[in-house]
Nanobody
Framework: QVQLVESGGGLVQAGGSLSLSCAAS????????MAWFRQGPGEDREFVAA??????LYADSVKGRFTISRDNARNTVFLRMNSLKPEDTAVYYC?????????????????WGQGTQVTVSS
């Protein structure tokens, strides 16, 4: 069984930066797509970024501010978040899906982490 564990969330002021990590265990995910989604208070879960053998993909709202990367040797995916805004406040979830191309839809992902809270103060 695949387990995904996120870390790195916290409280940051607007304009600041945070880096999230997602460590996978249970199987090697180097051939899988990995993604970050987020869910703000009272909102639906939304796509943030994804990375796969087919490339990377970002939501328009984070393009140019967030960077997704991975270390296959460590079975870990990262999300570097710069120029954070209060509207980035959410629980951030890591997901893994057995697809070649990065995907925006959560139905394409098979495994999910428990989430890590990111709070951006104004």
């Amino acid at each position: 069984q695949v387990q995904l564990v996120e870390s790195g969330g916290g409280l940051v002021q607007a304009g600041g930066s945070l880096s999230l990590s997602c460590a996978a265990s249970g199987r090697t995910l180097s051939d899988w797509a990995m993604a970050w989604f987020r869910q703000g208070p009272g909102e639906d879960r939304e796509f943030v970024a994804a990375i796969s053998r087919g490339g990377t993909l970002y939501a328009d709202s984070v393009k140019g501010r967030f960077t997704i990367s991975r270390d296959n040797a460590r079975n870990t995916v990262f999300l570097r978040m710069n120029s954070l805004k209060p509207e980035d406040t959410a629980v951030y979830y890591c997901a893994a899906g057995n697809t070649y191309y990065p995907r925006r839809t959560d139905g394409q992902y098979n495994y999910w982490g428990q989430g890590t809270q990111v709070t951006v103060s104004s």
